[in-house]
T-cell receptor, first 113, second 114 residues
Framework: ETGVTQTPRHLVMGMTNKKSLKCEQH?????MYWYKQSAKKPLELMFV???????ENNSVPSRFSPECPNSSHLFLHLHTLQPEDSALYLC????????????FGPGTRLTVT | AQSVSQHNHHVILSEAASLELGCNYS??????LFWYVQYPGQHLQLLLK????DPLVKGIKGFEAEFIKSKFSFNLRKPSVQWSDTAEYFC????????????WGAGTKLIIKP
């Protein structure tokens, strides 16, 4: 059982919809991450929050908007997505610092129609 | 630019065969090294990691990896695989210049035939 939960597990949305993905970590970590996992491509880091401040933003289109209200919760707000945004979106958390590995949630399988 | 190469995208083995999955990275500085595994329908989980010290590290489920600095490699090994090792394996180095940015390989899908 993972200490990082994600909801929903599956999401189908049209290109004009607005939806949000939610991530919660129960590990007492202070850094949280959003990744995109597409078939046959390496994991793409999208956003990183440390102590609720965004510290990485890897050239992600503005149709993806992250929010980190506290160190346990992370959201990814989605609007006017494109079909190529269909992928598995993974949330991860870690302690801040070099000595720590990331712990992953099960992901949200997003399909944009 | 930093990059990582996993040599095989798909590997098929019979049970009890020995496994070695290759991982090479391009970065001249100090790195931390990770192998993650994703079993079918499950989340990514850490298999093993290397930070410093003995370059031969042991992980869960009988896996080990050897860091060879001169070859920029961190190959994953298991002497005798089981059907339950069927999964996708990811190598992910991280520069010590960055707390957060893992450099992910494309993954190797391992299928073990019973």
């Amino acid at each position: 059982e993972t200490g990082v939960t994600q909801t929903p597990r599956h999401l189908v949305m049209g290109m004009t919809n607005k939806k949000s993905l939610k991530c919660e970590q129960h590990l007492g970590h202070n850094a949280m991450y959003w990744y995109k996992q597409s078939a046959k491509k390496p994991l793409e880091l999208m956003f990183v929050y440390s102590l609720e401040e965004r510290v990485e933003n890897n050239s992600v289109p503005s149709r993806f908007s992250p929010e980190c209200p506290n160190s346990s919760h992370l959201f990814l707000h989605l609007h006017t997505l494109q079909p190529e945004d269909s992928a598995l979106y993974l949330c991860a958390s870690s302690q801040d610092g070099l000595a720590y590995e990331q712990y992953f949630g099960p992901g949200t399988r997003l399909t944009v129609t | 630019a930093q990059s990582v190469s996993q040599h095989n995208h798909h590997v098929i083995l019979s049970e009890a065969a020995s496994l070695e999955l290759g991982c090479n990275y391009s970065y001249g500085g100090t790195v931390n090294l990770f192998w993650y595994v994703q079993y079918p329908g499950q989340h990514l989980q850490l298999l093993l990691k290397y930070f410093s010290g003995d370059p031969l590290v042991k992980g869960i489920k009988g896996f080990e990896a050897e860091f060879i600095k001169s070859k920029f490699s961190f190959n994953l090994r298991k002497p005798s695989v089981q059907w339950s090792d069927t999964a996708e394996y990811f190598c992910a180095p991280r520069s010590v210049d960055s707390n957060y940015q893992l450099i992910w390989g494309a993954g190797t899908k391992l299928i073990i035939k019973p």
